[in-house]
């Protein structure tokens, strides 16, 4: 029990390595956070105080994460911008489709990112530091760090794999006939006259999207079953994005397995 | 200073995991309404209220089916590779509407089923009639 607990104490707090994998993804949230509102905040958009000084905080506090300058305070200015727009503008104010699950997700992956060393690459804190010691004549700093964030980002990843499978795991779902309603709305429209394998299709559809969800909450876990799944995962997260208007949801959580892959590998992928 | 540093870590790290994972078995379990917790229900919502249409014209003494897309399309201006999806009872009561501009002086047949949360696909419209 002991041994099993000590392992639980290092998977969470004994993993340091390569910053990279943090860096990118603090870029890549910048990109999809922009994606998902750089057009509705854009400062013609809204003639009003509060909206400008959220464009103002929203594009200067993004821009900041993005080049990586001062990036811990940054990121969570950012995280903090994007938790004003999801309870206050959304569910004070009432503008829609800011208090969706992929709009959450960004803003509760900045907060994430903030917690990892995700301004020791690719930022201008970097460049700073790299050139203080070269000034100093000291050695290059390390792109090294802990990496206890990335295990939260991890465990949110498969947590929501979790709950999303927990959600889907009634008769309705399994039958196929909830996915038959997404086949209808989006693609065949009402007047569609089903052949024979629709339904079989659908229930097939259903079974591998609640089956494999089932399987990367626990799974992504083993390392030995990674390889294995993360592929699984991110064509999962790819069809959704192709198929469904799932906006930057699947995108965020393909980012997100960045978290999930050694950083170490990520590292000499990127050398 | 290194220690405080590793114990502020331990804290936030438990805080935050203890929120990762409460939050939804709240949220999607004990039913509690509250907007701190997020739920992971994706797409829970989507597509309920959609419906399955058949719609049939009288003739010879007959019902015969009739292809309405196209001509529902064109009379929306829905261009031809969108969707015609068919929501809510509103949708349904308009789209009746429409069928009598198209087709007038016509007796047309609906049969219509509805997708619910539980209950699939509900019949809401069992060969109902409409005069035109």
């Given at each position: 029990m002991?041994s099993?607990?000590?392992?639980?104490?290092?998977?969470?707090?004994?993993?340091?390595g390569?910053t990279r994998?943090?860096?990118?993804?603090?870029?890549?949230?910048v990109f999809?956070?922009?994606?998902?509102w750089a057009g509705?905040?854009?400062?013609?958009?809204?003639?009003?105080?509060?909206?400008?000084l959220l464009?103002v905080?929203?594009?200067?506090s993004?821009?900041?994460?993005l080049?990586?300058?001062?990036?811990?305070i940054?990121?969570l200015?950012?995280?903090?911008?994007?938790f004003l727009?999801?309870?206050h503008f959304?569910?004070?104010?009432?503008?829609?489709?800011?208090?969706?699950?992929?709009?959450?997700?960004?803003?509760?992956?900045?907060?994430?990112?903030?917690?990892?060393?995700?301004g020791?690459?690719?930022?201008?804190d970097?460049?700073?530091?790299?050139?203080?010691?070269?000034?100093?004549?000291?050695?290059?700093?390390p792109?090294?760090?802990?990496?206890?964030?990335?295990r939260?980002?991890?465990l949110?990843?498969?947590?929501?794999?979790f709950w999303?499978?927990?959600?889907?795991?009634?008769?309705?779902?399994v039958?196929g006939?909830?996915?038959?309603?997404y086949?209808?709305?989006?693609?065949?429209?009402?007047?569609?006259?089903?052949?024979?394998?629709?339904n079989?299709?659908?229930?097939?559809l259903?079974l591998?999207?609640?089956v494999?969800e089932?399987?990367?909450?626990?799974g992504?876990?083993?390392?030995r079953?990674?390889?294995?799944?993360?592929?699984?995962g991110?064509a999962?997260?790819?069809?959704f994005?192709l198929?469904?208007?799932v906006?930057?949801?699947s995108?965020?959580c393909?980012?997100?397995?960045?978290?999930?892959?050694?950083?170490?590998?990520?590292?000499?992928?990127t050398? | 200073?290194t220690n405080?540093?590793?114990?502020?870590?331990?804290?936030?790290?438990?805080?935050?995991?203890c929120?990762?994972?409460?939050?939804?078995f709240?949220?999607q379990?004990?039913?509690v309404?509250?907007i701190l917790?997020?739920?992971w229900?994706?797409?829970s919502?989507?597509?309920?209220?959609?419906?399955?249409?058949?719609?049939?014209?009288?003739?010879?003494?007959?019902w015969?089916?009739?292809?309405?897309?196209?001509?529902?399309k064109?009379?929306?201006?829905?261009?031809?590779?969108?969707?015609?999806?068919?929501?809510?009872?509103?949708?349904?009561d308009?789209?009746m509407?429409?069928l009598?501009?198209?087709?007038?002086?016509?007796?047309?047949q609906?049969?219509?089923?509805?997708?619910?949360?539980?209950?699939g696909?509900?019949?809401?419209?069992?060969r109902?009639?409409i005069?035109?």
């Open positions: 002991s099993y607990l000590a392992r639980v104490n290092a998977w969470c707090f004994d993993y340091s390569s994998s943090s860096a990118i993804i603090r870029i890549g949230l999809l956070i922009w994606a998902r509705e905040l854009s400062f013609f958009q809204h003639l009003s105080l509060n909206y400008f464009s905080s929203f594009f200067l993004t821009t900041l994460m080049v990586g300058y001062k990036t811990r940054s990121t200015w950012v995280s903090a911008t994007l727009m999801y309870f959304s569910y004070g104010l009432g503008v829609s489709g800011w208090n969706h699950h992929h709009t959450y997700l960004l803003a509760w992956m900045s907060f994430l990112s903030a917690l990892t060393p995700a020791k690459s690719y930022s201008v970097r460049k700073l530091l790299v050139r203080e010691s070269a000034l100093s004549q000291s050695p290059m700093p792109e090294y760090g802990n990496l206890w964030g990335l939260l980002i991890m949110q990843l498969c947590v929501l794999y999303a499978a927990f959600d889907k795991s009634y008769p309705l779902w039958s006939v909830r996915m038959e309603y086949a209808v709305l989006f693609y065949f429209g009402s007047t569609f006259v089903e052949p024979w394998w629709f079989p299709l659908m229930r097939g259903a591998v999207v609640l494999l089932y399987v990367l909450a626990f992504l876990f083993f390392k079953f990674q390889s294995l799944l993360i592929p699984f991110i999962m997260h790819a069809a994005f198929l469904l208007p906006h930057t949801y995108l965020t393909i980012l997100m397995y960045l978290a999930v892959i050694e950083a170490r590998k990520v590292h000499e992928f050398e | 200073m405080q540093l590793g114990q502020l870590r331990y804290f936030i790290f438990i805080v935050v995991a929120f990762i994972l409460i939050g939804p709240l949220r379990v004990l039913d309404n509250n917790f997020r739920q229900t994706m797409f919502q989507i597509g309920l209220g959609v419906h399955k249409i058949n719609v049939k014209k009288s003739g010879d003494g007959q015969h089916n009739l292809e309405i897309d196209a001509v529902v064109a009379y929306r201006m829905i261009p031809a590779d969108k969707p015609l999806s068919i929501s809510h009872q509103d949708g349904l308009r789209l509407e429409e009598c501009v198209i087709y007038p002086n016509q007796l047309l609906i049969t219509a089923h509805r997708a619910t949360l539980i209950g696909w509900t019949l809401v419209a069992d109902q009639t005069i035109c």
